[in-house]
């Protein structure tokens, strides 16, 4: 490992997370300010929705760990191993996250799938509101010149 890498492996993750304890504190201090008239402001709650989803994502991809068989038997469900090997794609898919030991037993938690749909909508509604912020605040500087 040379140098840089070993120092972006070392300064990433401190930096990543001070960029997403900021965003949070960002978010929560400038919605009682009214801060969301500013098109600007709404990269901080983009930056928390995005943090959220990425660790709600890593909860449900990482949830069988590194032993499905065990993780099975740990969560008390009988690990099918016809099945899995008849749905042998399913456990690497971007979304629906599913990592299942049988038809009826999912190793991911039954919050991740729609917890992801939901920051995904609110990650938008985020878009929208820059661009409306940016659109009234500008025909209402129009108006007062």
């Known amino acids: ?3 840089v890498s070993a120092l972006a492996a070392i300064a990433l993750p ?3 997370l001070a960029v997403f304890v900021l965003s949070v504190w960002k978010t929560a201090r400038g919605l009682p300010t009214r801060r969301w008239r500013s098109p600007g402001w709404w990269a901080y709650p983009a930056v928390v929705l995005i943090g959220l989803g990425c660790v ?3 909860i449900g991809t990482f949830s069988g ?3 499905v ?3 099975c038997a740990a969560a008390g469900a009988p690990y099918d191993d016809a099945y899995r090997t008849e749905h042998w794609r399913e456990p690497s ?3 629906p996250l599913r990592n299942k030991c049988n ?7 039954a ?3 729609p917890s992801l749909v939901v920051f995904a909508v609110m990650l938008v509604g985020c878009a929208a509101g820059a661009v409306a912020t940016a659109v009234i605040g500008r025909k209402q500087s129009e108006k007062q010149d």
């Open 111 to 113: 919050w991740v799938n």
């Open 1 to 3: 490992m040379n140098a």
């Open 56 to 58: 709600a994502w890593f």
């Open 69 to 71: 068989r065990e993780a």
């Open 103 to 109: 038809a009826g037993h999912d190793l991911v938690p």
């Open 65 to 67: 760990g590194l032993d």
């Open 93 to 95: 898919q971007w979304f």
């Open 14 to 16: 401190p930096l990543v």
